[in-house]
């Protein structure tokens, strides 16, 4: 019998045991819980993507898009083992957040003449999360979920995050958006002039404009391999029907990004008032008021 678990008498001499919520509980490893370890999975299938990236379209999305898929099975497991953790939360946050924002940086090298549109996309993405995440910390207290929006402060966020088949349907189409996007980049003469060249046409060396496919690359990553890759096209029928399909849903899913930056600092507002009218600021206004 371990000390911790010996009985022990009390003060009349008789022997007492420790009662059960008294035995110290098992150490929990959080960092392996198994939403925990299906969110390292993503985050490796997310870096395999990146390195496909910019020669291989179709293992790429293929990687990619699983990784996207385990964000809904994450929280599956987490509710079904009774596994829901802050970490877990934090760590499926940050990792949407850097897949999407590696995707865009990509589009927008891309598509060059749309680079301040994908910029202003991440830029969006990034300070209304954050925003929305810190404001629920400091307004609503630690132990309150980023995901629980009352309906009386904004209805839409509400409906986006108390519905799961909705949350998913929102972020899985707005993943497909730019998924299509970079596969037209491969396959989309329309949207990638540079397909329509042929190895013997010359390549001109302004800047911004691609290196001819026959050109001898000195890396994978090159300019010329990557137009290599593009040269050797994909159909762009199935891209573009994905692409027009999910634009409404990409679309709303921005505007309720806008809706929560906005609201997440009104919040934040909110509470400094709240402090500043506690702590009897502004001084000049009361010394005027006497």
């Known amino acids: 019998m371990s000390p911790k678990t010996r009985s022990h008498p009390n003060g009349n001499g008789a022997v007492v045991k420790p009662s059960s919520s008294q035995q110290q509980q098992p150490k929990e490893n959080i960092f392996l ?5 299906i969110g390292y999975s993503r985050i490796v299938l997310a870096v395999a993507s990146l390195y496909y990236m910019p020669l291989h379209p179709r293992t790429c999305s293929f990687l990619y898009s699983i990784s996207c898929l385990l964000d809904a099975l994450d929280g599956v497991a987490a509710r079904h083992f009774q596994q829901s953790t802050r970490f877990g ?32 996309l991440i830029s969006l993405d990034l300070a209304s999360h954050y925003m929305h995440m810190y404001a629920t910390l400091t307004m609503g207290g630690s132990g309150m979920s980023h995901k629980k929006v009352d309906a009386s ?9 108390s519905n799961n088949k909705v949350l998913f349907t929102f972020c899985a189409m707005n993943e497909l958006f730019f998924i299509a996007l970079y596969l037209l980049s491969f396959s989309s003469p329309i949207l990638s002039p540079s397909l329509l060249q042929t190895g013997s046409d010359s390549a001109s060396l302004n800047p911004g404009t691609p290196a001819a496919p026959s050109m ?33 849903i990409m679309a709303l899913k921005q505007w309720i990004n806008v809706v929560q930056l906005v609201k997440a600092s009104r919040w934040l507002a909110e509470g400094d008032i709240a402090e500043r009218r506690k702590a009897g600021l502004p001084a000049r206004a009361r010394v005027k008021a006497s």
């Open 153 to 161: 402060r904004s209805w839409i966020m509400n409906q986006y995050y």
């Open 216 to 248: 001898i690359w000195t890396t994978p990553f090159s300019a010329g391999a990557m137009e290599m890759a593009r040269a050797n096209k994909m159909d762009s029928n199935v891209p573009w029907a994905i692409a027009i399909t999910c634009t409404p």
């Open 33 to 37: 819980f198994i939403p925990n370890l």
């Open 89 to 120: 939360a934090v760590l499926d946050m940050v990792t949407d957040r850097c897949t999407t924002t590696c995707l865009l940086v990509f589009l927008a090298s891309a598509f060059p003449r749309w680079s301040l549109v994908f910029q202003g």
